[in-house]
Structure formats: structure tokens, C-alpha cells
Antibody, heavy 116, light 110 residues
Framework: VQLVESGGGLVQPGGSLRLSCTAS????????VTWVRQVPGMGLQWVAN????????YYVDSVRGRFTISRDNTQNSVFLQMNSLRAEDTALYYC??????????WGQGTLVTVAS | QSVLTQPPSASGTPGQRVTVSCFGS????????VSWYQQLPGMAPQLLIY???QRPSGVPDRFSGSKSGTSASLAISALQSGDEADYYC???????????FGPGTKVTVL
């Protein structure tokens, strides 16, 4: 049972990336999913979350309008489309299912670096 | 400035009890459940406490959570060297309409 993030990498300011969070050996469709990021050496920042059927989405102010969270329950995956990237978006991005519930699970993260 | 505040550090000797506090306000801790996360060096965070004081299965009962008004606390009893980590609180904020983490507390075992 695990979550695996992918899609990170080096991108220029103003560019775009799409992160994926895919579940193995359990049905991600049953859970809210959250993206959390962490600048190396710094604290955790909650970024966005989405409910089970994708009808409810919430974003931290600093990414609203630039990032879009979505899910494809046929792929057992959640995505984070990141546009208009800035240097301050550089971080390790984690996904978590049921972040504040008894069966909470976190992935190992994918690194996003925004630099020219 | 963080919506939730935590002391940057806490410490104790093996076997001691250490408490980490998380201070908020009415829209967040005052009205919503608090969860706590442990992040060991180089590792992803993991849930320690949810709904203020509930422990997921597998979390030792040395870890306990409590809440009063607009503040919450995580207590670690019988401190062990393996408890050296960063600890974060998390709560939904009704005014901001998103979740907020505290800045984290580094616990050191002396």
C-alpha cells in the first residue's frame, strides 16, 4: 500500500509542470487527497486538496489561480497542474490521502525546481 | 507570520516527558480538529494524532494529544532517541478556507 508522486523536475520561471499522485494496492477514490510542499530545510505548507468525486477543491492563497488539482478515478490518481511557476514554488511536493484521518498515507515526494 | 504558532524547539532527556504546543485562534483551532505529524530526518511526514486526541493504529501510546480553546498540545512521554524529529500541527481555518500547518517544533533528545 503506497502513494507515489511523479512529474517533478527543473522548469523555468513562468513554465508549467503536472504532478501525479498514484495509489498502489488501495482505492484512492475513497479518500480526500492533499498536496503539501516543503522547501528543503523549511516547514510544511498545505497547498491544495480535493474530495472523493472531485466536486470540492481548495487552494492556499499563494497558488490559487495558478495551480489546479484534479483526479482521475479510473487511473487511481490525483494531479496537480502547476502553471506560471515562480522561484518560490521550488519545493518537495508530497501527496497524502486522508491527511487527517486514521488511515492517513503519504508519498515520498517529488522535487520541483523553478530556476533559469 | 504563521496563523498557527509553535515553539521552534523543545528538548528532554531519555525517559522524560516533552510537550509541544500549537497556538491558534477561533477560526482554526477554536472551531476545527487538530492533527499532529512527525517528520523524521530525511523522511516524509507521518500522522501521529488526529481529531485532537486520537491515535492511528501503530502509533505508540507514548504520544498523546489534547486541545483547550484555541491551543493544542502534543505530549511525548518516556522520550526516546528515536523521537528526535520535527513535529507539526495542522488545522483547517474557516476564515482562510484552507488548511494551515504550524511552523514546526524540533524535538531534541539530550
Amino acid at each position: 500500500v503506497q502513494l507515489v508522486e511523479s512529474g517533478g523536475g527543473l522548469v523555468q520561471p513562468g513554465g508549467s509542470l503536472r504532478l501525479s499522485c498514484t495509489a498502489s494496492l488501495f482505492n484512492l477514490n475513497n479518500y480526500w487527497v492533499t498536496w503539501v510542499r516543503q522547501v528543503p530545510g523549511m516547514g510544511l505548507q498545505w497547498v491544495a486538496n480535493i474530495n472523493q468525486d472531485g466536486s470540492k477543491k481548495y487552494y492556499v492563497d499563494s497558488v490559487r489561480g495558478r495551480f489546479t488539482i484534479s483526479r482521475d478515478n479510473t487511473q487511481n490518481s490525483v494531479f496537480l497542474q502547476m502553471n506560471s511557476l515562480r522561484a518560490e514554488d521550488t519545493a518537495l511536493y508530497y501527496c497524502s490521502s486522508a491527511i487527517a484521518a486514521a488511515d492517513s498515507l503519504w508519498g515520498q515526494g517529488t522535487l520541483v525546481t523553478v530556476a533559469s | 507570520q504563521s496563523v498557527l504558532t509553535q515553539p521552534p524547539s523543545a528538548s528532554g532527556t531519555p525517559g522524560q516527558r516533552v510537550t509541544v504546543s500549537c497556538f491558534g485562534s477561533s477560526p482554526n483551532i477554536g472551531k476545527n480538529p487538530v492533527s499532529w505529524y512527525q517528520q523524521l530526518p530525511g523522511m516524509a511526514p507521518q500522522l501521529l494524532i488526529y481529531n485532537d486526541d486520537q491515535r492511528p493504529s501503530g502509533v505508540p501510546d507514548r504520544f498523546s494529544g489534547s486541545k483547550s480553546g484555541t491551543s493544542a498540545s502534543l505530549a511525548i512521554s518516556a522520550l526516546q532517541s528515536g523521537d528526535e524529529a520535527d513535529y507539526y500541527c495542522l488545522a483547517w481555518d474557516n476564515s482562510l478556507d484552507f488548511c494551515v500547518f504550524g511552523p514546526g517544533t524540533k524535538v531534541t533528545v539530550l
